[in-house]
């Protein structure tokens, strides 16, 4: 048994050897390849323009991210409430949004809603569903909602209920209890799927440029059906890789902060 182990390590090694020689192989190929096909005058022609894209995607990703954290904690609430109506809605809502495609949500949001225009104009709200900005950043914000509901959901309950009944033997409100230690608790356990989620709406956000919002791919998308030139969306990669450095690195960073106390 002991020997059949062994073997099975030893192989388990030289596949991931022979895994991390592909990748290397791949890496070195890719720089080769821009390299090779380097052509300053298309940096030079559409380098703003993907400036442009990457700020657009920026502030797509940042207002979806915080409209669909906000709307989270009353879903979360819901999610967690003893009220089988609340619980119910939370929990269609977080079935529906997780379980669509974001692509068919987005199509639903900038495609249907135009057959209730009338509806909408006598609301006053035309001018919100008519624009392709608007309508991508609520769709990303409602579907991201949904997965940061169970990601708070699943970190408040993380926290031990001893935490809650040491509080109360202190004779502290509820209120305090849940700001002052429950919370930052909960927190650092979401850290991480935060991140993550961040990361995938990073990358998702990508599709919005279907509905003609000219983000980082729109722009890509653009300048290839100018040039014709494969590497504008080799260039669109490592923009989205670097974005995703990024935020691991910065996720990382906050979590050794966050969990000083815990090391030794």
Known sequence: MTSRIADFAKRSSWLG????????V??????????????PDL????GPLYLQGLRTTLILVSLSYLCGMALSVPLAAGRLSQNRLARGISSAYVGFFRGTPLIAQLFLIYYGFGSFR???????????????WYCAVFALALN???YQTEILRGALLSIPKGQWEGARSLALPRHVTFRKIIVPQ?????????????ILMVKASAIVAIITVFDLF???RRAFSRSFDFQTYVWAALFYLVIVEIVRNLTALA???????LMR
């Open 144 to 146: 991201t909602a949904a």
């Open 43 to 46: 940096v030079a022609r559409y």
């Open 255 to 261: 979590e050794k902060r966050l969990t000083r106390h």
């Open 186 to 198: 909960a927190l650092m356990v979401a850290l991480r799927p935060y991140a993550n989620e961040l």
């Open 26 to 39: 791949g890496g070195v190929g890719l720089v080769w390849y821009l390299v090779a096909v380097w052509n």
């Open 118 to 132: 009338p509806a909408f104009e006598a609301f006053g709200l035309w001018w919100f569903f008519r624009e392709a």
């Open 218 to 220: 729109g722009e890509t």
């Open 17 to 24: 050897l022979a895994t991390l020689l592909v990748w290397i």
